[in-house]
């Protein structure tokens, strides 16, 4: 099975709006994390948002923030005021503690396109 | 400030002719990782380290290798590039655990004539 699914592949936003990328997971391991990452055309991997599994707050890092939900195993990424400089692929990832603690798992991506 | 050096940021080389890329980092951190990516596609482990402890994935063919002569520097030699080489090479590094995250270089973009 897949540990994590991104089910959109592209996605459209208008500029200023909110936006809301799909994250779910698969996973026994009671104690993870989990991580979103910006690659932009130009291809380099930028860090934006962590979420721990014992956190129980939905973390947020500016207009970034995680929607998660464990019961659901989902960690949406949700993008507020978006951004021309925000089109990008977005790149959902877990770590898992008990299980090869130090491997990450990704997801497809999903391509966000911000219309002005 | 630099975090995650990769060298060179361009590669062509020649098909079957040996290549290595390689990558330096000032993070102090214990883990390294290779990627390769390919177009529109997620990140794919090549393998990785975990200080000196070298953790191959099950799928990486045997033409890929790669060395950690010192925690700061990690190298991925490509034995006999083939064209479905191509692609992206990404290095990554992280402290060990699972609560954080990856620093990324900006990447290795090989191609092979």
């Known amino acids: 099975a897949q540990k994590i699914t991104q089910t959109q592949p592209g996605m459209f936003v208008q500029e200023k709006e909110a936006v809301t990328l799909d994250c779910t997971y698969d996973?026994?391991?009671?104690?993870?994390?989990l991580f979103w990452y910006k690659q932009p055309s130009s291809g380099e991997m930028i860090f934006l948002i962590y979420?721990?599994?014992?956190?129980?707050q939905n973390a947020t890092e500016g207009r970034y923030s995680l929607n998660f939900q464990k019961a659901r195993k989902s960690a949406n990424l949700v993008i507020s005021a978006s951004q021309l400089g925000d089109s990008a692929m977005y790149f959902c990832?877990?770590?898992?503690?008990?299980?090869?603690?130090?491997?990450?798992?990704f997801g497809s991506g999903t391509k966000l396109n911000v219309k002005p | 400030d630099a975090m995650v050096i990769q060298n060179p940021r361009y590669q062509v080389t020649q098909f079957g002719k040996p290549v290595t890329l390689s990558c330096s980092q000032t993070?102090?951190?214990?883990?390294m990782y290779w990627y390769q990516q390919k177009s529109s596609q997620a990140p794919k482990l090549l393998f990785h380290y975990y200080d000196k402890d070298f953790n191959n994935e099950a799928d990486t063919p045997d033409n890929f290798q790669s060395r950690r002569p010192n925690t700061s520097f990690c190298f991925l030699d490509i034995r006999s590039p083939g064209l479905g080489d191509a692609a992206m090479y990404l290095c990554a590094t992280s402290r060990g655990g699972a609560y954080y995250e990856q620093y990324f270089g900006p990447g290795t973009r090989l191609t092979v004539t």
């Open positions: 996973t026994s391991d009671q104690s993870y994390g």
């Open positions: 979420q721990g599994s014992y956190d129980e």
């Open positions: 993070l102090n951190h214990n883990v």
């Open positions: 990832a877990m770590r898992e503690v008990q299980y090869n603690f130090n491997k990450f798992y």
